[in-house]
């Protein structure tokens, strides 16, 4: 099983700042089959970025994710008010697809 | 456009069994594999279980396999999770998902699902 591990579990950071979300695979994930979702309070997560640097149709460009092999991050590069969540990364090259424990990104 | 809504959630006593139903429209249901995602209260994203466009392969994370059972009707365009021997951990918010290739794009609002005595 490919274990993920995000860091850092909580970000406090201020709108119009820039955030950097870290995830790091157990073995390297293949083909780059890394996502990440975003999720907020009582509703079903949402994918923002496939193939660790894919936007998902619809998803602002101020989201970009990067990284191969076993370290991927995830930038916002300015932080709007709606953008304070949890964000989830996930691989899916190898069944159990696994996904990190998340980060929650904070108003501060 | 995609809708994806889950239903069977409840109350179930440890041990007991239970069938969660993903009611799928707005695209070619038999043309995809589905997933089954669960979180529990306050907790992260575990993925449950994986079923082929055609119902011909099936994967299961270790926490349900034996337990737990994934199939599909195509002509009812329906996911379905059957869920036996319930524990108390088994407690969560199920989602049913579509892929886009293999990431998951679409997902259902979810149905939750509380095993206590």
């Known amino acids: 099983e490919i274990v993920l591990t995000q860091s850092p579990g909580t970000l406090s950071l201020s709108p119009g700042e820039r955030a950097t979300l870290s995830c790091r695979a157990s073995?390297?994930?293949?083909?780059?089959?890394l996502a990440w979702y975003q999720q907020k309070p009582g509703q079903a997560p949402r994918l923002l970025i496939y193939g660790a640097s894919s936007r998902a149709t619809g998803i602002p460009d101020r989201f970009s994710g990067s990284g191969s092999g076993t370290d991927f991050t995830l930038t916002i590069s300015r932080l709007e008010p709606e953008d304070f969540a949890v964000y989830y990364c996930?691989?899916?090259?190898?069944?159990?697809?696994?996904f990190g424990q998340g980060t929650k990104l904070e108003i501060k | 456009q995609v809708q994806l809504v889950e239903s069977g959630g409840g109350v179930v006593q440890p041990g007991g069994s239970l069938r969660l139903s993903c009611a799928a429209s707005g695209f070619t249901f038999s043309s995809y594999g589905m997933h089954w995602v669960r979180q529990a209260p306050g907790k992260g994203l575990e993925w449950v279980a994986f079923?082929?466009?055609?119902?011909?392969?099936?994967y299961y994370a270790d926490s349900v396999k034996g337990r737990f059972t994934i199939s599909r009707d195509n002509s009812k365009n329906t996911l379905y999770l059957q869920m036996n021997s319930l524990r108390a951990e088994d407690t969560a918010v199920y989602y049913c998902?579509?892929?886009?290739?293999?990431?998951?794009?679409?997902w259902g609002q979810g149905t939750l699902v509380t095993v206590s005595s």
């Open positions: 073995q390297s994930v293949s083909s780059s089959y």
């Open positions: 998902a579509k892929p886009r290739f293999g990431e998951f794009l679409h």
């Open positions: 079923i082929q466009y055609d119902g011909s392969n099936k």
């Open positions: 996930q691989q899916y090259g190898r069944t159990p697809y696994t």
